[in-house]
Each structure stands twice: as structure tokens, then as C-alpha cells.
């Protein structure tokens, strides 16, 4: 079900980004000086597709190191959380294993016999 599943989503994403990069395959020319744009000093000639692709992988990474940087405080309180847990856990079983085991009683004090039997 699993191998099915996955073949149902990657194989049309994978016609979708095959049509996307051949309907898009015009150079263009991404500039990094500001200054210059009719002649950069540092500029590329690429495909437009690669252009959006890369920016788009680039915007996953901002997005998931902004969001796993966000959630530290809340990974950081279930750490601590769990180790609470396991500790409790360890003083439960401690004292389950104390009220479990058989209670020791002290010996009944021995009586002396009369002292008609003893003669």
C-alpha cells in the first residue's frame, strides 16, 4: 500500500517538474551588483527553471531552520520532561519493589514454660 501510495504522488510531481523545466528553459540572467544591471561584474546566465528551483530549495531551508530555531524552548522542556518521567518511573518501581517483598516480622517473644513442667 505504502509503494503505491508513493508511486500515486511522485510520478505526477515528477511529470509536473519535467513539464515545468522544459516549458521553461530560456536563459536568464540573474545579477548580483545593484549598481550595473546592463553589464554586472557578478552575474549567471541560467535556466529559468533552475533559477525558481534552487530559490525554492533555498526558501525550505530558511523556512525549516527558522521554524526547528523557534522550537528549541519546546525540545529543550521535553528533554527535561522526560527525564523527570524516568526518574519517577525509576522511584515508583523502587517502591512497588519495597511494598512487594514479604514484610520481615519480628518473632513472637518466646513465653517460659511454667515452672510446674520444667522440675
Do not use: Y
Amino acid at each position: 500500500m505504502r509503494k503505491f501510495l508513493n508511486i500515486l504522488v511522485w510520478v505526477p510531481l515528477g511529470i509536473i517538474f519535467i513539464v515545468f523545466a522544459v516549458a521553461n528553459r530560456h536563459l536568464v540572467t540573474v545579477s548580483f551588483d545593484p549598481f550595473n544591471s546592463s553589464d554586472p561584474s557578478l552575474g549567471f546566465s541560467l535556466p529559468l527553471f533552475v533559477v525558481i528551483i534552487v530559490f525554492a530549495m533555498l526558501g525550505v531551508v530558511a523556512g525549516g531552520s527558522a521554524t526547528w530555531f523557534r522550537q528549541c524552548r519546546w525540545r529543550r522542556a521535553a528533554r527535561r520532561h522526560e527525564a523527570d518521567a524516568q526518574e519517577l518511573r525509576a522511584k515508583v518501581a523502587q517502591l512497588h519493589t519495597r511494598t512487594t517483598m514479604p514484610v520481615l516480622r519480628k518473632p513472637d517473644r518466646l513465653v517460659a514454660p511454667p515452672q510446674d513442667l520444667v522440675e
